[in-house]
């Protein structure tokens, strides 16, 4: 094990390295985002308090997908060039400087889209172009020491280069926040196809899939800490409101650990790992994907944070709005889990019945608050609502997935 950190070469790790695992570097690199996460997540909450769901969607898919795609176009590229050198340490705390000041620009966003005349990104923005700066540097540098991959490296770097340039222009324009959520759209193609462009026609990069899963399962991991940390809000209201332990107290903390608790279960039931190393072409459409999944996990713990305003009278929701704020993100995160799940190994028979039990739990949940059943005991409902799945996954559908990757394997 190496106790400096000279300059080395990028000359590109190995796909089949064995016992790849996350670095602590990374490690630390992913506390900055804890810090984005919870910024996006308690303005997205406070919008959809206040009665202001539209403006606060937006704003959480605008700040969350600057969050998670900088972070998955990190973790690619260390996956395939980590040379843990001072160089490349410094570029990264680089990277975890434009991270913060990303989360500092999130509450100006969501306020001047809650105003609707000029949208306030610039913070951002600013944070934005900082972290894919350092990139493009990365990828410079990897082109220039590994010269076997220098098109795919280059087409990464001029890629982000160029939306940069576009996102800097949109700062100068004052433009409506509509106005510029469309001069945004050709930018979101640039950011997107860009390593499409670069994996597909321009020769890949050695990105290892071990390495790659076990790194988004660590930020699912953070983002389900937001459902804790929407729990904790809630409970503190309900314990200083009831002056002390009560059965809503016991029923809200199972409701909300219990739904974060089931939400990671079924995460880790994806052979992702096994999957990706036999079929790298999958990798897009499973790394994509993760950005609607990790966005809805977070939006979870925002639902779970409106509760808590609703329970200290501070909601401009009823309690169907409340139920809804959780549910509501519970079924798109059970939705994308399932499309995952297509997409490595294909649908098992029992997913559509699970996800049928899911929607149903989920609308009787939102029945009972209708019928004018306690928020704690709606979110109970919620709860249970990934449930059918687990067992059916213990039951049935592990077997047949090893059976399906021994298939694979087969190949």
């Not at 390495?211 to 904790?232: K, P, Q, Y």
Request: with cysteine; glycine share 8%; proline share 4%.
């Amino acid at each position: 094990m190496a106790t400096t950190h000279r300059l080395s070469r990028m000359t590109g790790r190995s796909e089949d390295e064995s016992h790849r695992t996350a670095t602590p570097l990374e490690l630390f690199f992913d506390l900055s985002f804890v810090l984005a996460f919870s910024a996006a997540s308690a303005q997205f909450s406070h919008a959809v308090a206040a009665g202001h769901l539209s403006s606060g969607l937006v704003g959480f898919v605008f700040s969350m997908f600057a969050i998670v795609w900088a972070w998955i176009n990190f973790t690619w590229f260390a996956s395939a060039y980590d040379t843990d050198d001072w160089l490349f340490r410094v570029t990264t705390m680089v990277q975890m400087v434009g991270v913060l000041v990303l989360a500092i620009g999130i509450p100006p966003l969501f306020a001047s889209l809650e105003h609707g005349e000029h949208l306030d990104n610039g913070l951002m923005v600013a944070g934005y172009v900082i972290m894919r700066l350092a990139m493009v540097f990365q990828w410079l540098r990897a082109a220039k020491q590994d010269p076997a991959r220098r098109s795919a490296c280059l087409a990464y770097a001029k890629a982000i280069a160029l939306a940069q340039v576009g996102w800097v222009a949109l700062i100068a324009l004052h433009t409506t926040p509509w106005q510029t959520f469309v001069l945004m759209l050709p930018l979101y193609v640039v950011e997107l196809g860009g390593p499409l462009f670069a994996e597909r026609r321009r020769g890949g990069t050695p990105w290892h899939a071990h390495h790659v899963a076990e790194r988004h399962g660590l930020l699912a991991i953070i983002a389900l800490g937001e459902c804790l940390l929407g729990t904790i809000a809630a409970l503190s209201v309900l314990v200083e409101k009831q002056h002390g332990l009560s059965v809503d107290v016991v029923v809200l903390g199972l409701a909300g650990t219990g739904l974060a608790f089931s939400m990671w279960w079924l995460y880790f039931t994806l052979p992702s790992a096994e999957v990706l190393h036999r079929r790298r072409p999958l990798g897009f459409r499973w790394g994509y994907g993760h950005i609607a999944v990790f966005m809805a996990i977070a939006a979870t713990g925002a639902g779970l944070h409106v509760a808590a305003y609703y329970l200290e009278g501070e909601s401009e929701l009823g309690p169907v709005g409340v139920v809804l704020a959780t549910a509501g993100p519970v079924a798109v995160f059970g939705l994308c889990l399932a499309a995952l799940y297509g997409v490595l190994v294909g649908l098992d028979q029992a997913a559509l019945r699970n996800g049928a039990a899911a929607l149903a739990l989920l609308t009787l949940a939102v029945v009972l608050a209708a019928a004018g059943v306690g928020v704690p005991w709606c979110l109970l409902v919620v709860m249970l609502a990934p449930v059918p799945a687990i067992i059916s996954d213990e039951r049935v559908v592990a077997r047949r997935r090893e059976e399906a990757l021994a298939r694979l394997l087969d190949d």
